[in-house]
């Protein structure tokens, strides 16, 4: 079993910055992804990072402002979050999985989950 924790959440301003961290303790993990859900609106996938190539993938509303990278420790990914905008407001979830194959952006493709961290962006 592999249990992920998140931090970083939090509420700013237009413009602002924040960075998520996820770190990950269990057994060996293929690929790591950020995923967000506003009220309302379906899970959709914003970032990936697959560890063994350190590959990356954004989606489309993201790409330019977000980073996603290892953090301090193997089995940590950061997510840097530049020029936010409300429509960015939504929980952020941590998703890991062991397997290979699936498309990034498919949530079915991850068994593992974190809890959530909110990130609000208003004036």
């Known amino acids: 079993q592999v249990q992920l924790t998140e931090s970083g959440g939090g509420s700013v301003q237009p413009g602002g910055s924040l960075t998520l961290s996820c770190a990950a303790s269990?057994?060996?993990?293929?690929?790591m992804a950020w995923f967000r859900q506003a009220p309302g609106r379906e899970r959709e996938a914003v970032a990936v990072l697959y560890r063994g190539t350190g590959d990356t993938n954004y989606a489309g509303s993201v790409k330019g402002r977000f980073t996603i990278s290892q953090g301090d420790s193997e089995i940590t990914i950061n997510l840097r979050m530049n020029n936010l905008q409300p429509d960015d407001t939504a929980m952020y979830y941590c998703?890991?999985?062991?397997?290979?194959?699936?498309?990034?952006?498919?949530?079915?493709?991850?068994?593992?989950w974190g809890q959530g961290t909110q990130v609000t962006v208003s004036s």
């Open positions: 998703a890991a999985t062991p397997r290979y194959g699936g498309q990034w952006y498919n949530s079915a493709a991850y068994p593992f």
């Open positions: 269990g057994y060996s993990i293929t690929r």
